[in-house]
């Protein structure tokens, strides 16, 4: 192939588009020898870096794009969706579209040293302007969905067909969209802009595997109209290695991100329990829960009796930086856990996938967003659902009723939890048999699709390696037109 090729990619700025952006970068780079650049603001390239400074074969350009967060009436360094309240994360997503004029500068700085625009951008399906900025330099823009192809496809197709009202009798309501949507909040306005942008594209790419969810695939394929490749799943590389329970086998940086214990502490204490025991709760990079729902979950945990590792973020209403207060937790909750050694409460981040590949782990009590779900999968280990967002509600419908992996617990994040139904759920999903039983056979059996889906021996290539190649193989061909 040639290697004079270029392709410049443009993820969105929170860390579950980064990763999987980067995932797909290693892979592109990997199978093409193309140069590749991402593109993005300063703070972002710096998480970037910081997640494959150990991986020295992975040679990738990053390129800065300038962005001042507070010429958006943002704080200081706001340039990726951590640590923003819902309220200041929409004035990140209207202010990313600032990038549009520096991206159509590397562009043409690109042209100048290489005498030719690079064979494609591709750009986070948040970004539909970019398809307008590849045009006007006379390439192809290629939309990316970070998530699965069912809940791009339920989000994309509601947030184009508003007005929705909803009514009582609806059988699925969606959390995080107001009652009545009717096109013209800050959100839907935003999405709509982008989304609609994005059906003239050349194509879209998605972290979806063709064996997990044929229908949903299909169904994206037949709503857009444009060709989609089904290239996941791009979760870090560790997503895909065999279980451990060893410490040696599994190396990973976090984005930026500092673990609120050293990873040996985990893995010694997960060491410590038996297979499939553990049930990990942590609700993604961006999502709280409430006060009171924070207050219900520990007492319905402490009260099933089971093992666990929740990763705790301040509650909604609170600022995310401040200080961690006890009284969010019953009282002596954290000092009677530590006394049984029956969890660990960490602050604000963990070791997500090294968690979920320990055998120790039996289940992942999860807000349903893609890339955990992949990472669960990946590993076998079957999701209690509390969706909360985005397309979050639709991911966890699939998971219960196509796929069978997962049990919901709640949805919202308005909802009203009780602390003796967060028993039963934990207490069935972690049962070895029944519902919790069913769960994980059918969680080991989306952990071997998925396996299958990224393996090459020799001519036989997996179903997403072979979308990779044929994605490639056709922005080439478009470049010869
Ligand atoms: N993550 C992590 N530790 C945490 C929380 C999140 O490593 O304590 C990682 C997780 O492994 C995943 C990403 O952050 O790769 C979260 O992405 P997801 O799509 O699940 O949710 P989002 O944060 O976008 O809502």
Known sequence: MDSQEH????????HGHL???????KQLQERTGFTITIASTKLNIQYLRS?????????ILFAELPFCSSAHDLPPNSENTENLSLDRVIKLFYASQSLEYPLLRLLNDIIDQEGRPPLCIISDIFFGWAVDVAKSVGTVNVSFSTSGSYGTLAYVSFCLNLPHRFTDSDEFLVPGFPETADGT???????QQQFSRCLESYGWLCNSVEEIEPLGLDLLMK??????????PLTPPAALKSSSSSHASISRQHAGKKPGLPLEKFLDWLDLQSPDSVLYISFGSQNTIGASQMM???IGLEGSRKSFIWVVRPPLGFDLNGEFRAEWLPEGFEERIKQSRRGLIVRNWAPQLEILSHKSTGAFLSHCGWNSVLESLSQGVPIVGWPMAAEQA?????LMEEMGVSVELTRGIQSVIEAKEVKRVIESAMDEHGKGGDMRKKAAEFKELIKLAVREEGDEKGSSLKAVDDFVGTILYK???
Not at 51 to 59: A, G, H, L, M, Y
């Open 7 to 14: 392709i410049v990619m443009l993820p969105f700025l929170a």
């Open 19 to 25: 990763i999987p952006f980067l995932a797909l970068a």
């Open 51 to 59: 997640s494959i400074s150990t991986d020295s074969d992975f040679k």
């Open 185 to 191: 909040d800050v959100w839907s306005k935003f999405m």
């Open 223 to 232: 709503y857009i109209r444009l060709p989609v490749w089904a290239i996941g």
């Open 296 to 298: 219900q979950l520990a």
């Open 394 to 398: 639709f991911n966890s419908k699939m």
């Open 479 to 481: 470049r010869k037109e």
